[in-house]
């Protein structure tokens, strides 16, 4: 559970906190309220949920279960500059599609879920705008891949000779 206190202009005091949940999606708490919030991805939680207090604009902001809280366009860990949460752009989800199918044909049920793993690496690499770091999962998961595509046709191919 991540929380933060804010004061607003007025002197009050105020406490937001935010809970990754498994089930259900994540929990935002504001002073006393509870609220179920949705994620609007399928894969990864994501969230942008706004809260305004007198003389105070929060966000906090959750990617996986990674919270953060941005208060008036900064964020309260590093300092840097609050941008609301952005859509996947539709080449990264061609690059989930390739990994989840191709890896199935290539590597059976373990490259599905390398192909389910890496894709989940794109998702939250995507949110966060870091396209490299998508780019290099996904060179990743080429090589995993084929590494084991070629470590099993070596083996049949060695069963085979054998017999």
Not at 10 to 21: L, V
Not at 93 to 98: N, Q, S, T
Request: hydrophobic share 50%; net charge positive; aromatic share 12%.
């Amino acid at each position: 559970m991540n929380s933060w206190t804010i004061t607003d202009s007025n002197g009050t005091t105020h406490s937001i906190g935010c809970k990754a949940k498994s089930f259900g999606g994540p929990e935002i708490t504001v002073d006393t309220n509870t609220y179920r919030v949705k994620s609007s991805n399928y894969f990864v939680n994501v969230v942008d949920y706004s809260v305004d207090f007198p003389g105070a604009n929060c966000h906090v902001v959750m990617i996986g279960k990674k919270a953060r809280l941005a208060v008036n366009g900064t964020y309260q860990d590093d300092g840097t500059t609050y941008e609301p949460v952005s859509s996947i752009p539709a080449w990264v989800w061609v690059l989930v599609a390739l990994s989840v199918i191709g890896g199935y044909f290539f590597a059976g049920i373990i490259g599905l879920l390398v192909g389910i793993l890496m894709s989940s690496q794109y998702i939250s690499a995507a949110l966060q705008k870091n396209m490299k770091k998508v780019a290099i999962s996904f060179v990743i998961f080429l090589v995993i891949v084929i590494v084991f595509f070629v470590v099993v046709n070596m083996a049949v191919s060695g069963l085979a000779a054998s017999m």
